[in-house]
């Protein structure tokens, strides 16, 4: 729930409680048909994970609202989270709407996240760790940060493939690396996997953000985990010599840019074209009309993709509220909301990925273990620093 929202939800058969959230305050008055039970206040301290509350008003006039039904609307789950998607809030919110517990985010970088819940240890609030990266949900894993989660729903709603054997992290969405490329200056006969984009024909002609995001690093642990580290080397170092210019801003930026005529070639996750289509904005959605999509090493090892996931926290204070969010994230509705709001592939074998992306028609996904992708995380780092790509 958000500052200063408002929040209604029945308490049992007999009434309501309006909950306002003001910072780390807040204000709670439930009723019934017959008039105001409690009026109370809850400060809640995150750094020492207390809650202190405050009666300002008691009134029972119905005995009807049980012990176990008032503790049922104290419930949150404390989420930390590196997505930067609106669809987030939303299925934050339809959770409240259909639980009663309260999900509070607090939104970082993951490998910010990772360092605080290490520094918070056992007194963290965390109950959650969303990240949207196979490489930081292993990073956490090895920390020791997860605790193991054993649910039905997730075993039945998401591939083996898309979560820990450990049982300790569960993907939500897959993305593929992808090309967005301009179709008149680029026959798609003259591409093929991401080893071609090295080849000096591209010079002048690639887009790209930055290396020190995650998807370009993990695309470059791929590529190690299938041609060892010396031809993965030589591949960075061709991509770097090829850029249209030094990598700056995002994946939209750099589909903008193909649009724009600054470069050719755009290496891109998924969803980012998908989103663009959708656009309120006219000139961003005419960008994404104005690129096509390719599917990279189609006819070999296929294209490479990650996972956005999450997991249950070894210290969270809530931990069965956490595996029911990590439950509803892979229900087959929301598994839709993902796919529509955000253009991101689901993993629930059932669900259909959204129209714009059903266009671009079957492709073929590389299976590398995302284990082994985590694994070679630092590697890829160190390599795109040496290879110069920025
Ligand atoms: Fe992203």
């Known amino acids: ?44 301290d995150p750094t020492m994970r207390t809650f202190s509350i405050a009666f300002l008003a008691l009134a029972l006039l119905n ?33 409240t709407e259909e639980t009663g517990i309260t999900v ?90 991401y080893a071609d984009l090295a080849d000096e024909k591209w010079k002048g002609r690639i887009l790209s953000r930055s290396t020190a995001n995650i998807y370009n690093q993990s695309l470059l642990a791929s590529i190690i985990a299938h041609e060892g580290e010396a031809a993965a080397e030589a591949w960075a170092r061709g991509v770097a010599e090829n850029l249209a210019r030094p990598p700056k801003g995002n994946d939209t930026d750099q589909i903008i840019a193909v649009a724009s005529g600054q470069g050719d070639v755009a290496i891109v996750n998924s969803y980012y074209i998908g989103k663009l289509f959708a656009s309120e904005d006219r000139g961003k959605a005419a960008a994404a009309r104005e690129v096509s999509v ?9 294209t490479h993709i990650n996972v956005s996931g999450a997991g249950v926290l070894k210290h969270a204070p809530n931990p069965e509220n956490a595996l029911r969010l990590l439950e509803f994230m892979s229900s087959p509705d929301i598994q839709k909301l993902y796919a529509e709001a955000n253009a991101e592939f689901p993993v629930h074998p059932n669900i259909e990925p959204s129209e714009i992306l059903k266009a671009w028609g079957e492709w073929k996904r590389d299976t590398l273990s995302l284990e082994r992708i985590g694994k070679y995380n630092a590697k890829a780092v160190e390599i795109f620093d040496r290879a110069g790509w920025k």
């Not at 390719?294 to 090892?301: E, I, L, N, Q, V």
């Open 63 to 95: 005995a009807c609202v049980s012990e176990t039904e008032s503790t049922a609307e104290n419930e949150v789950v404390n989420v930390y989270s590196h997505r930067h998607y609106d669809v987030d809030r939303q299925i934050f919110e339809k959770f």
């Open 104 to 193: 509070n985010v607090v939104k970082a970088g993951a490998d910010e996240l990772i360092v605080r819940l290490t520094n918070e240890g056992e007194k963290s609030p965390a109950d959650v760790l969303i990240t949207v990266d196979a490489g930081r949900l292993v990073l956490a894993k090895k920390k020791g940060l997860f605790r193991t989660s054993d649910s039905e729903v997730l075993r039945e709603n998401i591939p083996a493939s898309l979560r820990d054997p450990d049982g300790t992290w569960f993907s939500q969405t897959v993305r593929a690396r992808i090309l967005a490329y301009a179709p008149e200056r680029v026959d798609p006969q003259e591409l093929s996997g």
């Open 1 to 44: 729930m958000q500052n200063g929202r408002v929040k209604t939800y029945k308490v049992s058969a007999f009434g309501e409680c309006y909950e306002t959230l003001r910072q780390t305050t807040t204000w709670r008055v439930c009723t019934t048909q017959r008039g105001v039970v409690s009026l109370r206040v809850q400060f809640y």
């Open 294 to 302: 390719f599917f990279p090493d189609a006819a070999g090892r296929g």
